[in-house]
């Protein structure tokens, strides 16, 4: 096309983000919950909205939304920030400290948006290999930030696809070790017994990101936040667009918010099945998975390609990631209903022997 010139350089040469879309009954490819939010709190929700003024522009920062997950959260309102989704969140973050030549360090493999966003703003992303058994290389993390003078760390914790977490110890030597800001983006948060939100009282440098996608089975209304030192808040909001949060999204995540005992049950559930499928995977010749801290699980085959093929013709989808650095022989599977993960398993072990 003739004006394509007029597009950065650095953004023609990145890959964008992208999904294929596949028609499978049993979808375990987007790490969502298996749970859908009851009727009785949708219903809840659009009568709340059918009672307010749809004319009218969103209240533009969300207060009684951003005082609502500080006290679910238990954290100063002050540094906290709403936006359409944790993802914008990284795109804010990444903005506003990036700039052309800025260092971005980030574990690979991870979640691919990170050196996406990195990309587009210019920055120069530094990728630190995981370990062999697919762990945080902290020592390496911290040593390249600070050669580098790097001025933003990304952690995603528990990882995706991995599974792998940082616990709040090292966390905190790292957050103590280098001048940079470290964002952790605790997506998967709350499978995992640990919270870098503890740690925000103690550090100025750190940055954490949480959402209502994944654990609250509410990822169709696209509710992400920010928690930091409240003047780290400050400066970071000021690259967040005006009314991002539509009406419904707002009713809704504050309605969400108080189904505190189902969201805990559901919790509960899915780390007792995501044990349970570890094992079973463990126990299936020619399979090889890998602890996880989130709803999911990263396991090796001999033919990866093959398996996931097959899988799709039993109506399985499961998430291929070959093409990530490291995972050549990799497949990632979501934690779903009982029913659903004994479909998968019972699918996984026909489609290997086969492969």
């Known amino acids: ?25 049993i979808k375990l490819n987007q790490n969502e919950s298996p749970f859908d939010v009851p009727d ?28 609502a997950l500080a006290d679910h959260v238990g954290v100063d309102a002050r540094g906290l920030i709403v936006c359409n989704g944790s993802n914008t969140l990284v795109q804010l973050v990444i903005g506003v400290v990036s700039a052309p030549g800025a260092c971005v360090v980030i574990p690979s493999p991870s979640f691919s948006l990170y050196g996406l966003y990195a990309g587009i703003f210019g920055g120069r992303i530094l990728e630190v290999p995981l370990t062999s058994d697919y762990g ?14 790097a001025r933003l760390i990304i952690l995603c914790s528990p990882n995706n696809p991995t599974g792998c977490a940082i616990s709040n110890r090292d966390l905190d030597d790292l957050l103590s070790s280098t001048n940079a800001l470290v964002m952790v983006d605790e997506a998967y948060g ?57 009406i419904f999204s707002h009713t809704a995540a504050l309605t969400i918010l108080n189904q505190k005992p189902l969201i805990a049950k559901r919790i509960a559930f899915i780390c007792s099945e995501r044990e349970r499928v570890f094992q079973a995977l463990a126990q299936i010749d020619g399979v090889t998975p890998y602890p996880s801290h989130a709803n999911l699980i990263l396991f090796e085959v001999a033919d990866p390609d093959a398996v996931f093929e097959g899988l799709i013709e039993r109506g399985v989808l499961i998430r291929n990631v070959t093409s990530y650095p490291m995972l050549g022989h990799a497949l990632r599977v979501c934690i779903g209903t009982q029913k659903e993960n004994n479909r998968f398993l019972d699918a996984l072990e026909k489609t290997v022997k086969e492969s």
């Open 1 to 25: 096309m003739t004006y394509l010139h007029n597009i950065k350089p650095e953004v023609r040469a990145l890959r964008g983000y992208h999904l294929t879309a596949f028609d499978c009954p």
């Open 40 to 67: 009785s709190v949708k219903d809840e929700i659009l009568h709340a909205v059918r009672n307010k003024p749809w004319s009218r522009y969103p209240e533009p920062m969300q207060m009684d939304l951003v005082q």
């Open 136 to 149: 945080f290389d902290l020592p390496a993390l911290c040593r390249v930030a600070n050669q580098k003078n």
């Open 190 to 246: 709350e499978f995992y017994d640990q919270t870098a939100v503890d740690l925000l009282p103690k550090h100025s440098n750190l940055i954490v990101l949480k959402t209502l996608s994944k654990a609250y089975g509410a990822a169709g209304i696209r509710i992400g936040y920010l928690i930091a030192h409240p003047d780290l808040r400050d400066e970071i909001i000021k690259g967040k667009i005006p009314f991002d949060i539509n």
